[in-house]
Nanobody, 115 residues
Framework: QVQLVESGGGLVQTGGSLRLSCAAS????????MGWYRQAPGKQRELVAT???????NYADSVKGRFTISRDNAKNTVYLQMDSLKPEDTAVYYC?????????WGQGTQVTVSS
């Protein structure tokens, strides 16, 4: 049983930074790729960053150059460093496998960027 718990969200001004954490428990060694997703009010949940077990990363165009996904295998934790934040980054952020596995969704962490 895989459980994912996100944290690190908050309120930040435009141009600020946040680092999100996703603590994983359970058998995650079988998960080849992890990702960060976000869902803004009235919009569908979207994948913004991917990290494979081989170290390959991929980012949505909207966050490329500003967000960085990383992983600490010893801590079973995946991170999302978010810099140069914009109001349009406001959303609830979730981690999950890529492709997503519905039963892995956690509560997410709210990120709000004020203008």
């Amino acid at each position: 049983q895989v459980q994912l718990v996100e944290s690190g969200g908050g309120l930040v001004q435009t141009g600020g930074s946040l680092r999100l954490s996703c603590a994983a428990s359970g058998i995650i060694s079988s998960i080849n790729a992890m990702g960060w997703y976000r869902q803004a009010p009235g919009k569908q949940r979207e994948l913004v960053a991917t990290l494979t077990s081989g170290g390959f990363t991929n980012y949505a165009d909207s966050v490329k150059g500003r967000f960085t996904i990383s992983r600490d295998n010893a801590k079973n934790t995946v991170y999302l460093q978010m810099d140069s934040l914009k109001p349009e980054d406001t959303a609830v952020y979730y981690c999950n496998a890529v492709p997503r596995v519905p039963r892995y969704w956690g509560q997410g962490t709210q990120v709000t960027v004020s203008s």
